[in-house]
């Protein structure tokens, strides 16, 4: 099973308290053993703002998304949260996998052809140095894209699990 254990590090009066489908619940506990998240497009950011995690880097593409997340961002500083968070607003299939190192990446909430092009642009040389770094994976559709990447050198499935959310197997 995935690893879970709390970080004692974050209060969880800081968190918001907005309620997560089964499948972010899922992604939030597989998160919390991990010290930084990268929040990759999961559903304009709800997993990166549920994490108790010291740090969360959320990364969108659309400019309206990355404004709403700048305001949330900024309204946890003024509440008091501990967390450090931010926001960039750029193409998630542009950043280099060094940037990966010790976290989790998980990109949820779009197309499997999106992420099976993340996979394949990240290059092994890069890979091969990334220590203590996971990805998770939760494609909408055409989850076998991402399959036939994952199933080619040098990735491997650590684990895998189907979570039922909404009447959509995901």
């Known amino acids: 099973s995935w690893p879970v254990k709390q970080n004692p590090l974050i209060t969880s009066k800081?968190?918001?308290?907005k309620k997560l489908s089964a499948r972010l619940r899922r992604f939030?506990?597989?998160?919390?053993?991990?010290?930084?998240?990268?929040d990759l497009c999961c559903d304009h950011?709800?997993?990166?703002?549920?994490?108790?995690?010291?740090?969360?880097v959320f990364?969108?593409?659309?400019?309206?998304?990355?404004?709403?997340?700048?305001?949330?961002?900024l309204r946890l500083k003024n509440q008091g949260d501990s967390r450090v968070l931010s926001v960039s607003c750029r193409d998630f299939r542009e950043i280099p996998a060094a940037e990966f190192?010790?976290?989790v990446v998980c990109v949820a909430g779009i197309g499997g052809h999106l992420i099976a092009e993340f996979?394949?642009?990240?290059?092994?040389?890069?890979l091969g140095q990334l220590r203590q770094t996971h990805f998770l994976l939760s494609p909408h559709r055409n989850l076998d894209l991402v399959l036939k990447?994952?199933?080619?050198?040098?990735?491997r499935v650590l684990y895998r699990e189907t979570i039922d959310d909404k009447g959509q197997s995901y």
């Open 59 to 73: 990364v969108d593409k659309v400019p309206s998304i990355c404004q709403a997340l700048q305001d949330k961002v």
């Open 101 to 103: 190192e010790q976290a």
């Open 28 to 38: 939030q506990q597989f998160c919390s053993a991990y010290p930084k998240v990268w």
């Open 119 to 126: 996979l394949e642009g990240l290059s092994q040389s890069e």
């Open 45 to 56: 950011g709800q997993l990166g703002l549920a994490c108790e995690v010291s740090e969360v």
């Open 149 to 155: 990447v994952h199933n080619q050198d040098p990735w």
């Open 14 to 17: 800081t968190t918001p308290k």
